[in-house]
C-alpha cells in the first residue's frame, strides 16, 4: 500500500521559510514524478511543484526563485523548501505521486497518490 505522509507545516511570518517533507512508503519515489499542490480556502487545488524521475524540477510561476523541490532517495522522502513566504502562500500543501506518466505532468489529475497535507499559515 502507497502511502505519503506530509510534514512540516506550520504558522510562519511572512518572508520566513519553511520545509515541508513527504516520506513515501510503498513505493519508490526514483520510479515516480514527485509533485507538490496546493489549496487555500475557497480555490481549487494547484501545481506549485514536481521533480521528475530523472530529477528534472518544475515550477509555477508564483513560487519560482522562492521554492525548491528536492528529494532523498536513501530517506525516499521529497522535500520543498519555502523562502521567502507571503499570505499568498497560505494553503494546505499535499505531496503527490505520478507512475504512469513518460513526462511530469502539472495536472493534478495525473497523480496516482496523494498524501493527506500539510497546513502552512503565513501571517503578515
Known amino acids: 500500500q502507497v502511502q505519503l505522509v506530509e510534514s512540516g507545516g506550520g504558522l510562519v511570518q511572512a518572508g520566513g521559510s519553511l520545509r515541508l517533507s513527504c516520506a513515501v512508503s510503498g513505493h519508490t519515489i526514483r520510479s515516480a514524478h514527485m509533485g507538490w499542490f496546493r489549496q487555500a480556502p475557497g480555490k481549487e487545488r494547484e501545481f506549485v511543484a514536481v521533480i521528475s524521475r530523472s530529477g528534472r524540477t518544475y515550477y509555477a510561476d508564483s513560487v519560482e526563485g522562492r521554492f525548491t523541490i528536492s528529494r532523498d532517495h536513501a530517506k525516499n522522502t521529497v522535500y520543498l523548501h519555502m523562502n521567502s513566504l507571503t499570505t499568498e502562500d497560505t494553503a494546505v500543501y499535499y505531496c503527490?505521486?505520478?507512475?504512469?506518466?513518460?513526462?511530469?505532468?502539472?495536472?493534478?489529475?495525473?497523480?496516482?497518490?496523494w498524501g493527506k497535507g500539510t497546513l502552512v499559515t503565513v501571517s503578515s
Open positions: 503527490a505521486a505520478d507512475g504512469r506518466s513518460m513526462a511530469a505532468r502539472r495536472a493534478p489529475d495525473a497523480m496516482d497518490y
